[in-house]
């Protein structure tokens, strides 16, 4: 048998969602794999296909477009044991995608290249870090693609102080823009701001990277929460300000009262995060936050071994 666990993807925002023509960019940004668990996936040989656990009709879908692609791979039942909950901002529908198409693959003996494997099960079309994170973990930086193509944008996996602990607020099922609503929201998107992509690269490049690299907490994290908010505003055409709703607000001015210095949204949320500079005090702020509803887990940033058998516990969580 094999068991796949992923980690989750903290997505702080593209550097642009609709196409830059002076800049020949769209899309790019900056996230982080961590620790948390988003999917665990086991599976074993079998005379015949099959899914089971949760999101099965998912799983089926995802199986289906590998089958086609690939009829000769070898039979095998799949279980999904665990998943985050879903269209929070913690890119499980990426992580559940690779981490099938790299059970079949594994099985099968296929050479395994994530963006070869992404394309197949339709993911990365917009960002690539999920699918670099998949494999690498790290800090990613998305450097963007060129509008008109479909070659995904180069993604590069950079270190982060292994100290840096994140608290991840995941809250109860509520859920952000997905499936059909996003993808109107991107057509309703108005006009880029060109000074804002130029910010927000800038931002990314030159001041959050060069913090992580010398190890410089404060800097990293007084900036990460001024790029997801500048991130967050281009879509107040389609969310509440700069974040997905007036609760979102609510609840990152509380982390913010106790302490939370670098916080903000993952991708449409709702899912939020801080991070902090041990796990000493992300833990002293689970304690003193109280954020009803929510489930609070300490993460660190993922290193690379996705593959590996699931017996440590998953993850340490307060709710509140």
Known sequence: MIRIQTGRRLHFGLFSPLPVPELDLVYGGLGVMVDAPGVVVAGSPSNGWSVTGFQKERGEGILGRL????????????????MAPAHQGWGTGSQLAMAIAQMCY???????????????????????????GFDEGGLLLDHGKSPGTDRPGQVESLPLPLDWTFVLVEPGQEQGLHSEEERRAFS???KINVGTVSQLRTLAKEVLIPASNVGDFDRFARHLTEYN??????????????YGTRQ????????????????GQSSWGPGLFAVFPTPQKAQTFCERCPLPGCRLIMAQVMKPSIIRFVTEPMARTLTS
Do not use: C
């Open 67 to 82: 089958i086609a692609a690939h009829p000769a791979l070898t039979p095998i039942n799949i279980k999904v044991e665990y």
């Open 106 to 132: 594994k099985t099968s003996q296929l050479e395994w290249y994530a963006p070869d494997a992404a394309k197949l099960v339709g993911r990365g079309q917009r960002s690539g870090i999920g699918i670099v």
């Open 188 to 190: 309703r998107l108005s």
């Open 229 to 242: 908010r500048l991130a967050g505003s281009f879509y107040h055409g389609v969310q509440h300000g700069d």
């Open 248 to 263: 979102t607000y609510e609840r990152l001015a509380l982390m913010e009262k106790q302490g939370a210095v670098g916080r």
